[in-house]
């Protein structure tokens, strides 16, 4: 997902282009605009963290663009693409290094396992928001 920060700052086609020449297959794409409420529903594994409200008004500050990407070993090849939470602990060559501007505004969302990523992607699309 390209959060609300780097979608405003029109970093989608730069991040994206990174994504596509990292070898993934983009096989689901849209814009929305998650309502706070949504956005509790898809961060609802944090709601006992003392930052869950907070990331709740943020992903509703703007509008996202959510995706389902393809590859061998892509959950773990996206985490590396991204790079670390924290910007200033990012690689160089990470979206997050790259375009991201503080930990909370930090560009883009990653699925951190397989599991979650089928979770995460259905969230998003219905099988017939899905190329084969």
Known sequence: MIKPDAFKDGHSGG?????EE??????????TQLSAAVA?????VHQERP????????????????????????VADFRKLIGATN?????????????AKS????????SDSDENAAIEGSFFFSEFERVQ
């Open 15 to 19: 991040i994206l282009k990174m994504i």
């Open 22 to 31: 990292a070898g993934f297959k983009i096989v689901a794409l849209k814009a």
């Open 40 to 44: 509790g529903k898809f961060y609802a």
């Open 51 to 74: 930052f869950y409200n907070d990331l709740c008004n943020y992903m509703s500050s703007g509008p996202i663009i959510a995706a389902i990407l393809e590859k061998d070993n892509a």
């Open 87 to 99: 910007p200033a602990d990012a690689e160089e060559g990470t979206i997050r290094k790259k375009y």
């Open 103 to 110: 930990i909370e505004a930090n560009a883009v969302h990653g």
